[in-house]
């Protein structure tokens, strides 16, 4: 397949990764064409050097651009229902923190999880996977962390590998067996981290469930010492961190995900100087969410001192039922210069490129041998467009392994 008149083709010889200011730039081509064979970018071009199309079937992008497809680097998009009362509950004034210390928040989902069949569990997450496959993702992370027991953490990574098997998604796992104390173990943290490491670690890593392990790292949750417990069992099992931190308080989890070379530490909401200068110096991804900070009302991560710091910066969804209830990656990328006030380019490498490699793939560019993976849009006068008009629909069409979706 030819793509031909591509307005410009964006996200071509792209690095490794972006850090610091390198998110500055954005490589693309004007009046473009792509190539694609066997699923993936196989050429491109200036439209003046059009190789002769043949027998092959062309798209005529008519000027729209073409991008990477977004890569959302954490989501918890496997969950049962929804939690529109405890949005109402905000409304009326209760905090995120109020309503989880009432027994709301992530055991309410964990309660209604447990009361749904797996099968209902994948039709109502696949709803979710094909909604995030329109807007133009082309790479997720999933997290478990709605079970709490070992049999219904199964239970999601079952769900998860199975979105991964019947979708051109390009999925990652990762186990959040710490996002909460189940409910068995009360008040008994410890107890609840000894049973993480003991039974529920070793059972995910047998059978192949998950690459990554995750931890709530955050006032009222778990702490930075038991955070380290679930790395270091996370790393006897093969399974790198991911690492919740700084979502409600200087938590001590940047600091303990850099220290156990932890894949990315995630949120950052509050995260200061000290923090963000570490990760300026390591290779672990600072991910911020700012559909969270949207939807709770938080603050927006510093992610341009984190760049000037000199940090890989990624933006994810953070979808989930209780503070981010949506995956739309390109309305994160244009919180990210909204409210946060990156650069287009800058906030396109964090959706895409970056977001990549907080999921360990080599997905979020065009460059040339990469999975054709791309999103076309309606005719654009600039890059900036695309965030400017942030509900205009300019996605004409999702393209996933060189396929239209
Ligand atoms: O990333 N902060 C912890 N976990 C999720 C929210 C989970 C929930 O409220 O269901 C997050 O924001
Ligand atoms: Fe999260």
Redesign the pocket.
């Given at each position: 397949m030819i793509v031909t008149n591509i307005g410009r083709l964006v996200g071509i010889d792209q690095p490794a990764r972006r850090r610091g200011h390198e998110m500055d730039i954005l490589p693309g081509l004007d009046n473009a064409w792509l190539k694609v064979e066997n699923g993936l970018v196989a050429d491109y071009g200036p439209m003046d050097t059009l190789p002769d199309v043949g027998m092959e079937e062309t798209v005529n992008a008519r000027g729209g651009y073409i991008l990477p497809s977004f890569c959302d680097s954490h989501t918890?998009i496997v969950y049962a229902g929804t939690r529109d009362g405890e949005f109402l509950d905000k409304i009326h004034g209760l905090s995120y923190e109020e309503i989880a210390r009432r027994g709301g928040?992530?055991l309410n989902?964990a309660d209604r999880l447990h009361l749904t069949s797996e099968e209902e569990l994948f039709e109502q997450s696949m709803q979710r996977v094909r909604e995030i496959i329109g807007f133009g993702t082309g790479s997720v992370e999933i997290k478990s962390g709605y079970g709490l027991t070992l049999a219904d953490e199964l239970k999601m990574l079952r769900v998860i590998a199975r979105i991964a098997e019947s979708t051109p998604l390009r999925v990652v796992a990762t186990f959040l067996g710490a996002?909460a104390v189940g409910r068995a173990y009360g008040s008994d943290i410890d107890g609840y981290v000894a049973h993480v490491c003991r039974d529920m670690i070793p059972a995910v890593a047998a059978e192949g469930l998950a690459q990554y392990v995750d931890v709530?790292c955050d006032r009222g949750f778990f702490t930075p010492d038991h955070t380290e417990q679930i790395l270091e069992c996370g790393a006897r099992h093969g399974l790198r961190g991911k690492i919740?931190a700084n979502?409600l308080a200087v938590s001590g989890g940047v600091e303990v995900g850099v220290k156990h070379a932890a894949l990315s530490v995630d949120?950052l909401e509050r995260a200061e100087e000290p923090q963000l200068r570490l990760l300026g110096q390591s290779e672990t991804v600072a991910t911020m969410?700012p559909g969270?900070s949207f939807f709770l009302g938080m603050p927006y991560g510093d992610a341009r001192a984190a760049i000037d710091a000199g940090a890989t910066v990624a933006l994810a969804s953070?979808y989930?039922?209780?503070?981010?209830p949506s995956g739309n990656m390109r309305f994160v990328a244009s919180l990210g210069a909204v409210k946060m006030k990156l650069t287009p380019e800058q906030a396109l490498n964090a959706t895409t490129l970056n977001g990549a490699v907080a999921m360990g793939l080599d997905s979020g560019t065009l460059n040339r041998g990469k999975r054709a993976d791309f999103i076309l849009t309606e005719p654009m006068p600039s890059l900036t467009y695309l965030l400017y008009a942030y509900q205009t629909p300019l996605i004409r069409q999702v393209f996933l392994n060189g396929k239209a979706q």
């Open positions: 918890h928040g992530i989902s996002h709530f919740h979502e949120h969410l969270a953070d989930n039922p209780g503070s981010s």
